[in-house]
């Protein structure tokens, strides 16, 4: 990843932290950092196994509670998890995903037509639409290619 895009990245993360009172500790930078040098949508687990590389002791459940507070704060996003462990994202612009079903990959695309998608009235009247995503379903190339 570019030296602009961790910059960047790395005033989105002091700035959420400070406007929602969230002291930046180094284990929550280091949490921050791992996700964001992430190439896909890694579990807690994942960024836990990296984690406890810089901090032995930290726990499991610190690293899982601070992803959740960190989705809440909006910083990452939380990806669908079909009965799966959750995973987490760094990519806050909108894109849509394509998971496969076999081997669980979520891959990023974008799409304007799919950005675009008009939403049904009785939907738009009931609730609240803070995001609109596009969940494609299938078999990657990897596992194609092994059937």
């Given at each position: 990843?570019?030296?602009?895009?961790?910059l960047n990245r790395k005033?989105?993360?002091?700035?959420?932290?400070?406007?929602?009172?969230?002291?930046?500790?180094?284990?929550?930078?280091?949490?921050?950092?791992?996700?964001?040098?992430?190439?896909?949508?890694?579990?807690?687990?994942?960024?836990?196994?990296?984690?406890?590389?810089?901090?032995?002791?930290?726990?499991?459940?610190?690293?899982?509670?601070?992803?959740?507070?960190?989705?809440?704060?909006?910083?990452?996003?939380?990806?669908?998890?079909?009965?799966?462990?959750r995973r987490f994202e760094?990519?806050?612009?909108?894109?849509?995903?394509?998971?496969?079903?076999?081997?669980?990959?979520?891959?990023d695309f974008q799409d304007?037509?799919?950005?675009?998608?008009?939403?049904?009235?009785?939907?738009?009247?009931?609730?609240?639409?803070?995001?609109?995503?596009?969940?494609?379903?299938?078999?990657?190339?990897?596992?194609?290619?092994?059937?």
């Amino acid at each position: 990843m570019n030296n602009k895009i961790n910059l960047n990245r790395k005033k989105l993360f002091e700035k959420q932290c400070k406007q929602n009172h969230l002291r930046i500790t180094p284990q929550r930078s280091v949490i921050f950092q791992s996700l964001t040098d992430s190439p896909d949508h890694p579990t807690a687990d994942m960024i836990y196994q990296q984690v406890k590389k810089q901090f032995p002791n930290i726990s499991f459940d610190t690293v899982n509670r601070t992803l959740i507070t960190f989705a809440e704060i909006g910083l990452v996003n939380l990806v669908e998890g079909y009965g799966e462990s959750r995973r987490f994202e760094p990519n806050l612009n909108q894109h849509h995903h394509f998971r496969c079903i076999k081997c669980h990959k979520i891959i990023d695309f974008q799409d304007d037509d799919l950005n675009s998608i008009k939403i049904p009235e009785n939907i738009k009247s009931k609730f609240k639409i803070l995001n609109q995503r596009v969940v494609l379903e299938g078999l990657c190339d990897q596992c194609c290619l092994k059937n």
